[in-house]
């Protein structure tokens, strides 16, 4: 089929009451302070001779810092005019998971990942660049959880059955996760990981950092930003999601996004295809496609539900909007929708990396214990959100079987004692919906950069936006903010008559 992208999407990619923060103060005092003061051995990374990279130890737990000590991997590339530097600049990739220490570029190989999302501006002339692996992650102390042998139905309109064994799919991770890690498990959230950037910072001998983040990393900077204010300096929040966090309000929200952006597409399609002649005409064919399907059981769930998924994430992507009517027509046509690529074997064992991390770092937030509330929940998304993520946003997560309640409550991020800085945000964004950027620059008082009519996750330095781009960069390299919000043209949509 020409034209159309063939993705498969993962459902489960995507704290309310601020809580006292560990006083700065204290945290650089007492047996704190000997982690600030360590001098790690930096040498030429092994993905990049030009980046040094080195490893700090931090607190398993920030409450006994004599206790039990974990890794954090770092790594610097200085910067390349000295006269003009500023400072250092951190930043995350998002997830929860995402390495920012390395990353796989577009020829396949492991490479830096701030040199790497940083190319394309002058970031490198002004700041070294400073990448981590967050704790739990990569090549710093892993957090390791077994994956249970049962698998979890894909699906975009579950029946009792699925629910019941989605249930039990995140029952079992939960339980993989806790008798695996059981230690690791209560330490691997953002507040903690919010401390260890602030030893990160003592140990490279800064005052200040600045600090771009995408994603869920807008939470890591805007906690950091709570708990440290004195040392940060300039801030950057692309794709964000709610200031106040809620992990799965924040799924949710993705699913009513995604409907928005089929409802768009549906709009622009009338007329230009044999479709329908108005928006709620093309609904229903798309409607009655999807309930022609067969809801037979795969891999990657029935092609019904592949469909849902497909036309959910195609919907985001304005440019895609013609391969999108195109898949929607020959899918009528023949009545089948194909699979994506053969099928693998299921992950099973003891695994580390992205989905671990991913997991525990969600069950920082309330989640409701009471299966009815998901249940309810999931007839309703199954009935009027099944696009995209769609229904899996509201069905039960690991988190709901959680043994005990958070080590501490989660950070309702405030701005008091540090610059304004700028929330970026895609007006069509599924991962993170467009009205919690809204929500976040209110709440910090930051400057709104809205990608307009534009559905793609992750702006700055990365989509090619000159808009937003020179927006982002003037102001982490001079200080200089838009004089109001800021809306920025998206991608356009195909130039169809």
């Not at 030893?199 to 906690?223: C, P």
């Not at 592949?306 to 195609?314: A, N, P, T």
């Not at 043994?403 to 309702?412: F, M, N, V």
Request: proline residues 8%; contains cysteine.
């Amino acid at each position: 089929m020409p034209g159309v992208r063939r993705t498969v999407v993962a459902a489960l990619l995507l704290a309310v009451a601020a809580a006292t923060a560990v006083p700065v103060a204290a945290s650089q005092s007492g047996g704190v302070r000997e982690f600030y003061e360590q001098q790690p051995r930096w040498s030429p990374c092994d993905f990049d001779a030009e980046v040094s990279c080195a490893s700090i130890e931090v607190p398993l737990d920030y409450g006994n810092p004599g206790g039990r000590r974990i890794s954090v991997a770092v790594s610097r590339q200085p910067a390349t005019d000295p006269a003009a530097r500023r400072g250092v600049l951190f930043s995350n990739p998002g997830g929860p998971g995402g390495s920012g220490l390395v990353t796989v570029n577009s020829g396949g190989a492991t490479v830096s990942w701030p040199k790497d999302r940083f190319a394309s501006t002058s970031l490198s002339r002004h700041y070294d660049l400073v990448g981590f692996d967050p704790r739990g992650v990569g090549r710093s102390t892993p957090l390791a959880c077994e994956e249970p042998a049962v698998e979890r139905p894909l699906t975009s309109r579950p029946s009792e059955a699925d629910f019941a064994a989605v249930a039990e799919w995140a029952r079992r991770s939960q339980a993989g996760c806790e008798q695996v890690s059981g230690d690791l498990v209560p330490h691997i959230n953002t507040r903690d990981t919010a401390r260890d950037m602030d030893v990160l910072r003592g140990v490279l001998g800064e005052e200040k950092i600045s600090y771009v983040g995408y994603s869920y990393g807008t939470y890591l900077g805007a906690v950091y930003g709570t708990l440290f204010p004195e040392h940060l300096d300039r801030s950057v929040l692309d794709s964000a999601v709610p200031g106040d966090m809620d992990w799965r309000r924040t799924q949710m929200a993705g699913a009513v996004a995604a409907r928005r952006n089929v409802e768009q597409w549906a709009a622009w399609t009338a007329g230009r295809y044999d479709l329908g002649t108005t928006r709620d005409e093309v609904l229903t064919v798309v409607a009655a496609v999807s309930g022609a399907l067969p809801e037979t059981p795969e891999r990657f769930g029935s092609q019904r539900s592949r469909f849902d998924r497909e036309v959910g994430y195609l919907a985001t992507l304005r440019p895609d909007w013609d391969d999108l009517a195109e898949l929607v027509r020959e899918t009528r046509e023949t009545g089948t929708f194909p699979s994506p690529v053969p099928p693998g074997e299921p992950v099973s064992g003891v695994v580390t990396g992205y989905v671990p991390v991913n997991q525990t770092v969600h069950c920082e937030t309330e989640w409701p214990a009471d299966l009815d509330v998901y249940r309810r929940d999931t007839a309703r998304f199954s009935e009027e959100y099944p696009y995209g993520a769609g229904a899996a946003t509201a069905m039960p997560d690991p988190c709901t079987f959680r043994t005990g309640p958070p080590k501490e409550r989660a950070t309702e991020p405030r701005r008091h004692g540090y610059l304004a800085g700028l929330v970026v945000q895609a007006e069509g964004d599924v991962q993170t919906e467009y009205s919690g950027g809204v929500e976040m620059a209110r709440k910090l008082g930051h400057r709104l950069v809205t990608v307009a009519d534009d559905g793609d996750h992750g702006q700055y330095a990365r989509r090619g936006n000159t808009c937003v781009d020179d927006a982002v960069t003037r102001y982490l390299v001079d200080g200089t903010l838009p004089a109001a919000d800021l809306t920025c043209p998206g991608k356009p949509r195909p130039d169809v008559p």
